[in-house]
């Protein structure tokens, strides 16, 4: 799977319609960014976005904490190259 993905990449890749997609962009609730007037996700951050989401499911933490902590890693993951 690509690391740069479009909203229909990574609606196959959570097993989601491509329109929850939208609606959890629109929400700010899945980190991802517009270029170019399209958005796009990193399949780095969605596998964190789901680890973080799968542990305070786990753990019992309310919802504030996990929309606190997916606005946070919306605005935070840039489009940068990771040096590998």
């Given at each position: 799977?690509?690391?740069?993905?479009t909203?229909?990449?990574?609606?196959?890749?959570?097993?989601?319609?491509?329109?929850?997609?939208?609606?959890?962009?629109?929400?700010g609730e899945?980190?991802?960014?517009?270029?170019g007037?399209?958005?796009r996700?990193?399949?780095?951050?969605?596998?964190?976005?789901?680890?973080?989401?799968?542990?305070?499911?786990?753990?019992?933490?309310?919802?504030?904490?996990?929309?606190?902590?997916?606005?946070?890693?919306?605005?935070t993951e840039?489009?940068?190259?990771?040096?590998?």
């Amino acid at each position: 799977m690509k690391e740069i993905m479009t909203p229909r990449d990574a609606a196959e890749y959570l097993s989601v319609h491509v329109r929850t997609i939208y609606r959890l962009v629109k929400h700010g609730e899945i980190p991802g960014r517009k270029v170019g007037g399209s958005w796009r996700f990193k399949r780095h951050a969605l596998d964190k976005w789901l680890s973080i989401r799968e542990d305070l499911s786990s753990n019992g933490k309310g919802q504030e904490m996990e929309s606190r902590i997916d606005k946070a890693l919306s605005r935070t993951e840039g489009f940068q190259l990771d040096e590998e």
